[in-house]
Every structure is written in C-alpha cells, then in structure tokens.
RNA sequence: GGCGGGUUGGCGGAGAGGUUACGCAGCGGAUUGCAAAUCCGUGAAGACCGGUUCGAUUCCGGUACCCGCCUCCA
C-alpha cells in the first residue's frame, strides 16, 4: 500500500498517516460563510482537499472516505446582506450555495460526500454548549455563553501561542462579561430583526466555531482523521474548535491530523478590496479564463507555499494545457503513473506530479507515430508502447482532476455559426490557391485581412489550410466577425 | 509586541548532504515562401555572514529583506 506522509500543523512534522479506520478515512474542510461569491483564494483549500480526497479513494479504496465541507449560513455578514438587501437570509444563502456549487464544479472539484448547513444543526450545538457548561468549560454571562479558555490547558498549543502573551499583544476591546479577554463567544442573543432560535440561554444564535465542532461530531464522530483549512484559521478559529470539542470529548481526539494550506496572492501583494486586485472565481470563468487553467496554476504550487496568481502563469499553463490536449486525442485512461501518485502521496507534492506529467509527456511524443514515421519503419510494438504511453498520461492527468471531459469545452472548437463558418471555408481555399500559385504578395495581404477579422490562417504540412479564431471566447465579435469576413469575400470575388 | 512562512538560474517552481528537477522564456539547429505550431540540442541558480562536514544550495546559528496571522477572512 501506498505510504501517504502529510505535514501536521499540529505536531509541525511531516508524518506517516495511519487512519483510525481503513475502511473509512474522514475528513472535514471548513467551507465558506454564504454571503457572497467565491473569491479565488477561497478556492485554494478546495483544490487541496480535492486532490488529497483523490488520493486516500485510491488508496483506501473508493467508498472508504468520507468527506465533510460545510456551509457556515448563520454568521453577521449575511444578516448584513440580508438588512441592504431586504432579502431573506434563507434567499442569499440558498443563492450563494448554488453560486459555490457551480464555480467549485468549474474548477473540477468533486463535491464532498456531506455538506451540512449550520442552520441544520443548531440543536447539536445547544447540546455541546450545554455539555460544556456541564464540564465547567463554559459559563452564561449576560445571555452569552463564553467557552472558559482557563479551563483547557492545551488552549493555543495548535497555534503556538500562550494565552498570556495573546493578551499581552491584543488589539482588540474586550467585552465586561468576560471572565478573561481571551474566552470567546459560543452562544449569543438575537434581537428580533435577527436570525434566532430558542435555547436554555434565551433566543440567540451560535458563534461562529461551534458549528464545526458539532457537525464533525455529528457526521464524523468526536475522532477523525483529517481537518483542513487555510492557515489563517489555525488561529482562532481551530483552536477554539479543538478547545470545545476536546473539553466535550476528553476520551476522544478530535482531529489527528491538522492540513492548513498557505495563502493566496495577487501579483506579488495580498488579494484585497482596497489594492483593487480582488476577484472571484467567476470573475476570472467570466473573463474567459477555463476552470482547468485556474486548477493547474493552483496545483503548480505546494500547498504549503504561498501562491502567488499572475497573468504569466495564467498564460503558460493554457498553453502547457493546450499542447497537453493535442496529443491526447481519442485515447482511453489506463491507470495514473506510480511517479504521479508518490509525488501526491508525499505531503501533496502537486508541483512534483505536474512535472511527472511532463515527463509522460515527453514519452508519448516520443512514440508518436508521425515521429517515429520518420526514421524507420513502425512496428507494432512501438504504436503500442504509444498507446499504453498516451493511456497511461491521460491517466495521470485525470487522477490530478487535468484533462477531464468536464473541464475541456475550452478546447473544443468553438461554433461562431454557419454563416461565418462558411465564409472561412471559401475564404481558406482562396488563400490556398494564391499560396499554390506561388502569390504569396497576395496571400499574406489576405493573411492580415483576416488576422483584422479575428481569425488566423495557418498553412499546414501536405499542402493543407487551417485556422483558428484568435479570441475564442469573445461571442460578441460575430457580428464583427461576419462583416469583415462578407467584405473580405466580396473584395476578392470569391464565390460562395 | 507575540506567532508563523518565505528568500533557488531571465521568470515560475520542486526534491535531495555529494549524481539532469521540471516548465516558460533565451540561444543554436531542423522544418517553413513568410509565419505559427512541432521536433532536436544547449547555457544558466540557490539573499548575506559564520559554523558543522572530506563535501552544503540542502543541517545549525546570526543578519538583511519580503509576506501572513494575532479583528471577519481560505
């Protein structure tokens, strides 16, 4: 069996990982807060978790891992939206959901096996609140529930920090009620124009960390293998939900093995509101750039790094992709490389398995029939070894979420219409024939008419035309498009 | 102030105490009317100062610079 290592922000070491059960690995990745669209560094954790989700199927087997993402639909950024808006709170986040579903599944990313919505487990929460209250870990103070950092030792062992120096440093005003600046809130009132449900504390709501505790608890047991999420949660957010669910659970464990991935960057600075340079998901998929692009320029860097997003990056990994597709042709999977599987099974190493992609790369290009044509005679064993070649790289591609059925509309040709499709055929076999009576002053004077129309002309081996359309993704360039090429048409007397 | 991450060739980006990462770009060549695409070949590195070592870009210490978190944030 594959020996999967991946770094424990807990412990700060890369370990072995051992489940607690083979037949069914769990894992849990903090979702988004459904108040508005992704924004790309949202995406990051997604695409880690989806190939580290990937991987333990394939070891494990395909239904020994269960995979938790949830919706956090109760926070008061959405109450905020909803009071701007004057729509209901169910309304936006049903909305965002959907939003998150179809840009998440436009980079590739398979949906986890339970996405619960906090909202449907607030009962869950009321009972470990009450629980903990029970144990001595939280106390009521003014209608709020405070969870009693005191009373858990190992309080900021995850992230390496002493309560006493967290109060030395803290920026923030600290509520009265507190017993200690650092206890926070995990029960508080509502007001009526708030969302609120009844509990032994009076109408309130959750804060925001319980819901993690109580739905991996619920749908993964108070022990479970892996939790994730970006680095900036490490601190508050994960450990106060190792505090709860550990001082709720003394005999269990909680998370064995704690992934944080780094984060995101924009050019070089951080993706803000105020720089100008933040966008979503959608933004980009609207901007024309395919979701496949975006998933290979998020996996060409560790996870562990930070990323940085540019426009170069953007550029060559359309272009790897392109070339990447070109020679995948009709080829059916076989199975992904073991270079390809060890570099992911070594703490996620997505950058290692992109350039073991290159190298099967190579070797199909190697065999390639038209190559070896060339030099000598082909046997059959060569077309084969570029069969199993070219299966074996599709493979190892798929297994990364690369060159799948799903993300590849961006290389389909694209349909601009019948009429215009026409014009180009006419206009193709005109510039075939100047070429073939040698007019070339006037074949390329047509080459620059059409490269003013959006389209490229491109002689091929074996006397052959071809052409692409330079912004394939524009759609508002076809009545353009259709003028120019009927002037065109009309200017050189060809006949339809 | 506290905690953490980073600094690799022109750019991006990995691994490994001693042997080619890899990709893009560049350069030379093949092909081509031109061009594109493709193919073959190729140079180029590890912030700085010390230490450990037969040997460090890789381990240890320090310096500088960059970034993030400590408040909602993936």
């Keep these: 069996m594959v020996q999967i290592r991946l770094t424990n922000t807990r412990t700060r070491r890369k370990e072995v990982f051992e489940p607690l059960d083979c037949n069914d690995v769990r894992l849990y990745l903090c979702g988004p807060t459904v108040y508005d669209r992704a924004h790309l560094g949202n995406a ?34 959405i109450n905020a939206r909803a009071a701007a808006t004057g729509r209901t709170i169910r309304e936006i986040t049903d909305e965002t959901i959907a939003w998150y579903h179809a840009d998440m599944d436009a980079l590739g ?57 967290m109060i030395a440093g803290a920026r923030v005003e600290v509520a009265p009620f507190k017993r200690d600046p650092m206890d926070f809130v ?9 969302p609120g449900w009844d509990s032994p504390w009076g109408r309130g709501r959750p804060g925001w960390h319980i819901e993690c505790s109580a739905m991996s608890e619920a749908l993964l047991g108070p022990s479970f293998d892996i939790h994730g999420g970006g680095i900036d949660l490490q601190f508050p957010h994960h450990e106060n939900e190792i505090a709860q669910s550990c001082c709720a ?9 704690w992934l944080h991935n780094e984060m995101l960057q924009v050019e070089g600075k951080k993706m803000s509101k105020s720089l100008g340079n933040f966008f979503t998901v959608r933004d980009l998929l609207d901007r024309g750039v395919p979701g496949e692009v975006i998933r290979f320029v998020m996996l060409s860097t560790h996870y562990r790094k930070p990323m940085d997003w540019t426009e170069v990056k953007m550029k060559e ?69 570029w069969i199993d070649a070219r299966s074996e790289f599709l493979a190892s591609a798929n297994f990364l979420g690369l060159l799948t059925e799903a993300l590849s509309d961006w290389v389909k040709p694209t349909t601009w219409g019948d009429d215009i499709e026409r014009l180009v055929t006419s206009i193709c076999s005109k510039w ?18 059409m490269r003013a129309a959006h389209i490229e002309l491109v002689a091929e081996k074996g006397d052959q035309t071809n052409f692409k359309y330079l912004n394939p993704y524009k759609k508002e360039l076809a009545d353009d498009i259709l003028q120019k090429l009927q002037s065109i048409k009309e200017s050189w007397e060809i006949a339809s």
């Design 44 to 77: 990051r954790p997604v695409l880690v978790f989806d190939v580290l989700v990937r991987l333990l199927r394939h070891v494990y087997g395909e239904d020994s891992v269960t995979y938790v993402r949830n919706f956090t639909d109760v926070d008061d950024k």
């Design 186 to 194: 995990l029960w508080k009132p509502s007001g009526a124009d708030q």
């Design 432 to 449: 075939l024939k100047l070429r073939r009576a040698r007019n070339y002053e006037q074949a390329d004077l047509l080459k620059s008419q």
């Design 317 to 385: 990994a359309k272009a790897v992709l392109r070339r990447w597709w070109d020679i995948v042709g009709n080829a059916e999977p076989s199975k992904p490389s073991p270079h390809v599987i060890l570099a992911l099974a070594d703490d996620l190493n997505t950058s290692s398995a992109i350039a073991a992609l290159h190298q099967l790369y190579d070797e199909v290009r190697q065999w390639q029939p038209p190559q070896v044509e060339g030099r000598t005679g082909i046997s059959s064993e060569e077309i084969q070894t």
């Design 249 to 257: 659970h003394p005999e269990a464990t909680f998370a064995n093995v």
């Design 109 to 165: 990313a398979l949906r986890p096996d339970h996405e619960p919505r906090a909202t449907e487990y607030i009962p869950q929460m009321i009972a470990m609140i009450g629980d903990l209250i029970a144990r001595g870990n939280a106390y009521e103070a003014e209608g709020h529930v405070l969870f009693d950092v005191r009373s858990f030792p190992d309080y900021g062992r995850l992230s390496g920090r002493s309560v006493d120096d």
